[in-house]
């Protein structure tokens, strides 16, 4: 008995040692968790053609790795840094002048209450504008240093995952504290919302771009393929989303006196890029993975705040897997108590002991 006390002493301060550390590790490389995120995403994506290359053409790990690591940086790591880099070199040389700002908003509020009798709103109202405006470029610019920062961390540690593969998956399989059945019902559930995030995502922007280049074109939009992209990544915001891009686009181009094209492109974008966005957002997701949509939009907001862009990707799957883990426990462990119960109700009625007979205890298995 001692010796039992003993050894879960020891299993309990070990857990408590490894925990303790892995906060610390944590904290301390959390500017790298997006590289991190990363790579393990990639492997995900690419571990079929690693063992396809290993297993079947016989090639050395480190040949192989060094051939999808190819993959990943020419079509995926180079056409992402490309459109960070020019949306952060577009964003650096944007003037923002806060008086000026501030001097045109007046200048419609007067116009519109001019014409309306109301006031809409106060220059005291929209003085956060400027500030945001000031915060968003340099957000945007931290942001291009940060991709730069991860992508050599994702290469990096991409290339270890793949040379060590066959380990890396033995080791996430046995530190799986679950029955064989539920490993599978999560590694399979991971592996699904990883696939249909990482290329619906892309997708669905792509799509977002091509009809918002489009109305830009149409309604005279300087520098219209700038703010598609700019529209693409905006795809990943929910709720939201495209709307973040055209609207303000509209509006300025209403206060500049283009009322025909600001107010055309504004119902463009409500009518048009709006509903192709809610529409192709839950087609692709259903597609690819039976995903629900509140999965899909709170699992977004909860990812872009953990982990910034990769949370487009880890937010639903987090959300997926508390899921999945509360039918597991249903399943595992109430389903368990509720038929042991069972058992001893039956095992009750064939001693034809009824409930005012019952002795004490007897039956009432936990």
């Not at 060590?164 to 080791?171: I, K, Q, S």
């Not at 192709?276 to 509140?294: G, T």
Request: a positive charge; aromatic letters at 14%.
């Amino acid at each position: 008995m001692n010796k039992l006390f003993k050894e879960r002493r020891w299993k309990n301060s070990l857990l408590i040692l490894l925990l303790v550390l892995g906060l610390i590790i944590l904290k301390e490389l959390q500017e790298f968790i997006s590289g991190f995120l990363g790579a393990f995403t990639l492997y995900v994506l690419m571990r079929k053609q690693l063992f396809f290359l290993t297993e079947k053409k016989k090639l050395k790990p480190a040949l192989a790795a060094a051939l999808l690591l190819v993959e990943a940086i020419l079509f995926f790591l180079i056409p992402i840094s490309l459109i960070f880099l020019m949306l952060a070199d577009k964003v650096s040389v944007i003037d923002i002048d806060p008086q000026l700002i501030l001097s045109k908003l007046n200048e419609w509020a007067a116009f519109i209450e001019a014409k309306t009798g109301v006031k809409v709103f106060t220059i005291e109202n929209l003085s956060f504008l400027p500030r945001w405006g000031i915060a968003t470029v340099q957000g945007i610019a931290q942001g291009a240093y940060s991709l730069v920062i991860n992508s050599f961390v994702m290469i990096f540690v991409l290339y270890f995952l793949f040379i060590r593969a066959r380990e890396f998956d033995n080791f996430l399989w046995d530190m799986l504290p679950f029955k064989r059945l539920n490993k599978r019902a999560i590694v399979n559930e991971a592996n699904s919302m990883i696939h249909a995030n990482a290329i619906g995502i892309p997708l669905l922007a792509f799509i977002q771009g091509i009809f918002a280049y489009i109305g830009y074109i149409i309604f005279d939009v300087h520098q219209a393929f700038f703010y598609a992209i700019l529209t693409s990544f905006a795809t990943i915001i929910p709720l939201l989303g495209t709307a973040l891009v055209f609207t303000p686009l509209s509006i300025v181009m209403i206060m500049n006196g283009d009322l025909f094209n600001g107010v055309g492109l504004l119902l463009y974008g409500a009518l048009v890029i709006t509903n192709v966005d809610n529409l192709f957002r839950f087609i692709l997701q259903k597609k690819l993975a039976d995903i629900h949509p509140l999965i899909t939009v709170f699992g977004v907001i909860l990812g872009l705040k953990l982990f910034g862009f990769w949370g487009v990707i880890f937010g639903p799957l987090l959300l997926s897997l508390f899921i999945l883990f509360l039918n597991i426990y249903r399943r595992e462990y109430l389903t368990y108590y509720s038929n042991r119960s069972s058992i001893g109700t039956v095992a009750l009625q064939k001693d034809k002991i009824g409930p005012e007979k019952k002795e004490p205890g007897k039956g009432d298995v936990p």
